[in-house]
């Protein structure tokens, strides 16, 4: 058999059969969500999605079948041009201007970056120690991390896109756990953040951003809210959530030949909160996806999805602990951080476990840029799958 071929068969086909999974409730649910709509550009989102879900898995499989060791070289040149790329971004979209439209072409450069920045960790933690022991000092880590990770979070923060700059915190830490930095060090570090935490509540979030979170700690704590306003979209998902039951909510009161005119007006007395047009339908197929998913599935449904994502994260911490090196385990391990982040901001705004942060749900979300990218990465993982018992 060809290498190619033994390539092939040498894959975790548990983690593709998993994420297949994913990806098809994922078009499901954007479909479901906006099947009500008539003569609307969100009839097509669900297609749109097949069509990114197509160009991403060559993505996947061109990570897969080629040797991860490129990122020794080419994980630098990757994150400089994706700061280039975030200093440079051009479209305002939810208040953030956090998008770049070339013809066109509108993409998200913060997602390019978390993936680069991902990549230079590791080639850090697990190169360098090997030519210069000097690198394998925990203190000299932490002052190379740190700017390499602060430097686009300061970026994206000032567009300002406050989930996606959380998520640089979050694959820095795990970069020190997974890079044997001493904990000592790491507590400090966590000491350090708690200190820094009001100060950045006060002076670096805008006014907007700390209504978020006073809505959030308000309506946990049951007191007044402004539900006309900041409260509009939290209540109506907790109602969502809430009214679905075990089973969720079926189809037989018709709901699904309800329908929305061009002025987006509903015509119809469905049940469903989200088809009534309480959540947004431009979210209801991104940052709210679960929402949709919860009222119509029910606990059951959402129960489902969850242990999915349960397993994927089993799987690839399994797949973290047999990489033949440091490079490899680190790219799993900052994939690790940066889905079990995404799932768990995701479902936890939804639910009012955190605040609100505009996060999407990984292959499930609507969305180009971050479907190939979650892809690629996933590609990456099976790369170091593939290699593990390959020497240099």
Known sequence: MTPLFLKILGMNWLLVLVTAVLLTIGVYSIHEATAYFENSVLNSKWYDQIKWICIGIIFFFGATLIDYNWIKWGSLPAYITSIILL??????????ESWITIGG???QPSQLAIISGILFLAVIFGELPKKFPIFSKSYIKILIAAPITALPCLIILLE?????SMA????FMTSLLIGRVLFRYIIVIIQFGLIVLPILYFFGLKNYQKERIETWLNMLNEKPVDEQGAAWVPKHNMIAIGSAGYL???KNNDSINNSVNDNNTINSNSSLVTEMGFVPPNVAINDFIFVTIAERHGFRGSAILLLLFLSLLLIL??????????TGRMIIAGFIGLLFFHVFMNVGMCVLLVPITGLPLPFISYGGTFILMMLFMLGLCQSVWVHRNQTD
């Open 317 to 326: 911490i399994y797949m973290s602990y047999s990489a033949k090196d440091m």
């Open 105 to 107: 072409l509108t993409f």
């Open 248 to 250: 969720g909510k079926s």
């Open 87 to 96: 200093l440079s971004t051009n479209t305002e979209l939810s208040g953030a």
């Open 160 to 164: 300002p896109d406050f989930g996606s």
């Open 168 to 171: 640089w915190i979050v694959i």
